[in-house]
């Protein structure tokens, strides 16, 4: 049976929410459903029936989560996310001093209330380039296999 997987994006101009429908559409591809949202709209508290998930964001406000985001940043601390799997991606820009630094806090946070990332934090600059959509095709198969990986140490 299929793992279930929740994309959450947060997403002003649109690259962000293209990345997040990218994610979607490769995992699909790759035999892994997942669901999608935009993050001001979430409930977190659906993060604890997924079997992992993937946050999808910018940066904004000098290398700061973005104004949306913050209700879901905040509600991270209020779950037990003790071995949830995820994975963080995300638009942000080279330009500005703390490139995809949103990204890192999340990092950060869920590290703390003892979530683990299954592959490296993504950061892509502006629109995601062809080199940039294979490092999500790798993106999304490492997660499938961090998970594949951790299911077999469960049994
Ligand atoms: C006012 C403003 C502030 C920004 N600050 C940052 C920043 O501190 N760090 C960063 O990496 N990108 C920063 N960006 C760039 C955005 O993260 C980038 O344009 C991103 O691709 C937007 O994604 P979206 O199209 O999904 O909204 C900023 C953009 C704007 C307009």
Known sequence: MSKKIGIVYASMSGRNQRVAEYLQAQLAKMG???TLDEISQFDSQKLLEDDA???VSYTYHDGQVPDEALDFFDDLQTLDLTGKVYALAGSSSIEHEHFGRALDYLDQQLA???ALRATAV???NLDADRADLARLDAFCRQLIDFM????QQLV
């Open 122 to 124: 993504l950061k892509i």
């Open 53 to 55: 998930f993937i946050v």
């Open 112 to 114: 703390h209330l003892g």
């Open 148 to 151: 594949a990986f951790q299911q």
């Open 32 to 34: 892994q459903p997942a």
